[in-house]
């Protein structure tokens, strides 16, 4: 590393304190670096592909980056054979991290030769050290050579020979994440009424129509499912009471398999006639179920406002 790019590097004390949660991702060609990207992504880091090792240093000192304007943001870097130098920088910037006490963690994929030429195959694209003349299998094993010293300091090493894209990102998640698994699906329940259209956003779409309306009653009519009468009248009722158990043990089958393959939004949508009442109610247990679950739930009425505006909107929170 030049000089000059050793001055550019340099950090202060205060500097120090602020330096964000590095993460170098680096490894063989064909290992599933993209798909780490989508899982960093995933988990609130600000990534960067393809960033020249020697960049990573002037890159820590930067102010007011996109993303994530906090200080203490998180930061996940591409570090590949996509820079031909990247060998040796990278080497030399791990060195000058460990020697300003920067907390980074190098995660280094791989995956058996086979199946990367397999990789490189189907995908037909080029191997990044595959001069004229080399075949895929040399390209491998010379970038193999290369990475030695890098994969023996690497803070992390995942396999992905036989991992699909979900595991991989579920892997990472184990790894650079706190949370629960449920954690990074984000739920959406919201009612919504049929009347003013259906809710062709939602993932789940239950029609609760079937249960007795308090519309018909005239000291509910004016009320909306968020109001204690109208709730009571939908909620502690037989019917309800045997669909919320059947309803919940339905979620219970479908939301681990949801966060199994990786799903990071999910809509649910309750229906009733006009959207005021049954669906609103039940949107609400609902909601409420789920987050004692340990998901991330918002819950919204789609139709709310209807009744008094004639126009449509969501009442969320």
Known sequence: MSESATE??????EQEASMPELVIV????????????????????FCIDNLPASMIGDLLTLKGMPGQPDA???LAVVCDARNRDFFADLMCEIGELKEQGVDYRLLFLDADDDKLIARYKSSRRRHPMCNEG???????????????????????????????????????RSLFS???????????????????????????????????????????????????PV???VLYRKETEEFQKKWRSLLDCV??????????????AIGCTGGQHRSVALAETTGEYLKAMGYRVSIAHRDLSLAD?????????
């Open 72 to 74: 203490n943001r998180k």
């Open 231 to 233: 709730r009571d009248f």
């Open 178 to 228: 706190e949370d629960d698994e449920r954690a990074a699906l984000t739920v959406t329940v919201y009612s919504f009424g049929f009347k003013h259209g259906a809710a062709l956003d939602a993932d789940i779409v239950m029609d609760v129509r079937f249960l007795p309306n308090p519309y018909y009653e005239p000291e509910l009519k004016t009320l909306t499912g968020l109001d204690a």
């Open 134 to 172: 080399m075949t895929i299998g040399q390209g491998i094993q010379q970038e193999r050579e290369l990475l030695f010293s890098i994969k023996e300091t690497a803070n992390d090493i995942i396999d992905t020979t036989d991992m699909l894209p979900q595991e991989l990102k579920k892997t990472i």
């Open 8 to 13: 550019s590097c340099s950090v202060t004390l």
């Open 26 to 45: 680096t490894g063989m060609s064909g290992a599933g670096r993209t798909e780490a990207m989508h899982a960093f992504e995933d988990l609130g880091y």
């Open 309 to 317: 505006t004639g126009k449509a909107g969501r009442a969320v929170r």
């Open 255 to 268: 939301m681990p398999g949801y966060v199994a393959e990786g799903k990071q939004q999910l809509a649910i």
